[in-house]
């Protein structure tokens, strides 16, 4: 049988071989098909359809980190095939990250074999499920969690680090929710265990984590939030979305700005996302029994704890590191997403998004990120 009528045997249309040689030439990969093969050889691994052929052939674009501390570019890659398990998404937004940013430098604690496609979470649909997948299914909207490779047309994940989008919230508002609302959640109630009518001290008020904080903080734990920030813009920002008092800690001490809102007494709850110094007056602002919740380093330098501090006025230093519980406890990992989404579509709590980028904007995105002049999450849009 020649190959032509084996296409026609097969059920495939006349334009099959085209479009396989269109695919032969495009894609950096082996298709398994031989040119002097018979009709079943030549389909050889792949099911004998139209759509699966086809899919074979798809490419979508994504973001690739090929050298460390360099520009991040823009190609085409190969769909790849899908394990039992496994589930592609069609994404639509994904959130940038600081630990993104760290990853493209080298910097973050999980190191990544290059080139690699950053982000760690996003919003999408489903396009397409394995064979064992039972979850979700074709057209679902949902959120998916993963180490790298989100910003991309497309997203491949195991079924159980997806969770459904509710009805009334937008993929946008969805893809702001996992890592920064995740960590304060984690922190703020199953860390700190902050009880109603507590005061909470959120230091970065104003950046993604930050602003979560204030949000959960306020309007599903029913604490005092006091913001600290470092510029009055970023100070209102934080008292629009939920804080009671603000403190510029570019213009005085952090510490004393906290004595006189709170009467000398301290709070019951630090969530500190910067490090370095303001870490130091944070943990001095405590009051007895306090506790501090360390989530990231935005300032870039690592503290020390005085141990001392925590003898004489009884507090506790919390450490929240919200991708490990992945590993460590998935179900208190899960329930932080779950969580996260029944406050939103309840609206207890309102993501704020405050930049949107393309994909070939990515570098510009990250930039805004690092030189600090982003204000809650920026996430990329495929669109």
Request: net charge positive; glycine share 10%; hydrophobic share 40%.
């Given at each position: 049988?020649?190959?032509?009528?084996?296409?026609?045997?097969?059920?495939l249309?006349?334009?099959?071989?085209?479009?396989?040689?269109?695919?032969?030439?495009?894609?950096?990969?082996?298709?398994?098909?031989?040119?002097?093969?018979?009709?079943k050889?030549?389909?050889g691994?792949?099911?004998?359809n139209?759509?699966?052929?086809?899919?074979?052939?798809?490419?979508y674009?994504?973001?690739?980190?090929?050298?460390?501390?360099?520009?991040?570019?823009i190609?085409?890659?190969p769909?790849?095939?899908?394990?039992?398990?496994?589930?592609?998404?069609?994404?639509?937004?994904?959130?940038?990250?600081?630990?993104?940013?760290?990853?493209?430098?080298?910097?973050?604690?999980?190191?990544?074999?290059?080139?690699?496609?950053?982000?760690?979470?996003?919003?999408?649909?489903?396009?397409?499920?394995?064979?064992?997948v039972?979850?979700?299914?074709?057209?679902?909207?949902?959120?998916?969690?993963?180490?790298?490779?989100?910003?991309?047309?497309?997203?491949?994940?195991?079924?159980?680090?997806?969770?459904p989008?509710?009805?009334?919230?937008s993929y946008?508002?969805?893809?702001?929710?996992?890592?920064?609302?995740?960590?304060?959640?984690l922190?703020?109630?199953?860390?700190?265990r902050?009880?109603?009518?507590?005061?909470?001290?959120?230091?970065?008020?104003?950046?993604?984590?930050?602003?979560?904080?204030?949000?959960?903080?306020?309007?599903?734990?029913?604490?005092?939030?006091?913001?600290?920030?470092?510029?009055?813009?970023?100070?209102?920002?934080?008292?629009?979305?939920?804080?009671?008092?603000?403190?510029?800690?570019?213009?005085?001490?952090?510490?004393?700005?906290v004595?006189?809102?709170?009467?000398?007494?301290g709070?019951?709850?630090?969530?500190?996302?910067?490090g370095?110094?303001i870490?130091?007056?944070?943990?001095?602002?405590?009051?007895?029994?306090?506790?501090?919740?360390v989530?990231?380093?935005?300032?870039?330098?690592?503290?020390?704890?005085?141990?001392?501090l925590?003898?004489?006025?009884?507090?506790?230093?919390?450490?929240?590191?919200?991708?490990r519980?992945r590993?460590?406890?998935?179900?208190?990992?899960?329930?932080?997403?779950?969580?996260?989404?029944?406050?939103?579509?309840?609206?207890?709590?309102?993501?704020?998004?405050?930049?949107?980028?393309k994909?070939?904007?990515?570098?510009?995105?990250?930039?805004?990120?690092?030189?600090?002049?982003?204000?809650?999450?920026?996430?990329?849009?495929m669109?």
């Amino acid at each position: 049988m020649t190959a032509p009528l084996a296409g026609l045997r097969w059920g495939l249309g006349p334009g099959w071989l085209l479009r396989l040689k269109r695919c032969r030439r495009s894609a950096p990969w082996d298709l398994g098909i031989r040119s002097s093969a018979s009709g079943k050889e030549l389909l050889g691994l792949f099911s004998l359809n139209n759509d699966i052929l086809l899919q074979s052939c798809r490419n979508y674009q994504a973001v690739l980190c090929t050298e460390l501390t360099k520009p991040l570019i823009i190609r085409n890659l190969p769909s790849p095939s899908l394990q039992p398990h496994e589930v592609r998404v069609g994404v639509r937004y994904c959130g940038v990250n600081f630990a993104d940013i760290l990853a493209c430098k080298g910097l973050y604690q999980k190191k990544h074999c290059l080139p690699f496609t950053p982000g760690m979470e996003f919003s999408g649909m489903v396009m397409e499920t394995g064979a064992n997948v039972s979850t979700v299914q074709e057209g679902d909207r949902v959120i998916g969690v993963t180490g790298t490779s989100a910003m991309a047309g497309e997203c491949v994940a195991d079924q159980k680090m997806l969770w459904p989008i509710p009805e009334g919230v937008s993929y946008e508002e969805a893809a702001a929710l996992p890592v920064s609302y995740g960590t304060a959640i984690l922190a703020l109630d199953h860390r700190a265990r902050t009880q109603p009518g507590e005061t909470v001290l959120v230091t970065a008020a104003a950046g993604a984590t930050g602003l979560a904080a204030i949000d959960v903080a306020a309007n599903v734990l029913k604490a005092k939030v006091i913001a600290a920030a470092g510029s009055d813009y970023k100070c209102n920002l934080a008292l629009q979305k939920g804080a009671a008092h603000s403190v510029n800690y570019t213009q005085g001490s952090l510490k004393e700005g906290v004595k006189k809102l709170t009467d000398n007494r301290g709070v019951s709850v630090v969530l500190d996302a910067v490090g370095g110094d303001i870490f130091k007056e944070a943990l001095h602002s405590l009051a007895w029994e306090g506790r501090i919740v360390v989530v990231g380093f935005a300032g870039g330098a690592i503290p020390s704890v005085p141990a001392n501090l925590l003898l004489l006025k009884n507090v506790s230093a919390l450490g929240v590191f919200w991708g490990r519980y992945r590993e460590e406890d998935f179900p208190v990992f899960s329930s932080s997403l779950s969580s996260a989404l029944w406050y939103c579509q309840e609206r207890r709590i309102q993501p704020h998004v405050g930049a949107v980028f393309k994909l070939e904007e990515v570098n510009e995105a990250f930039s805004r990120v690092t030189q600090r002049k982003s204000t809650g999450k920026v996430v990329i849009s495929m669109q």
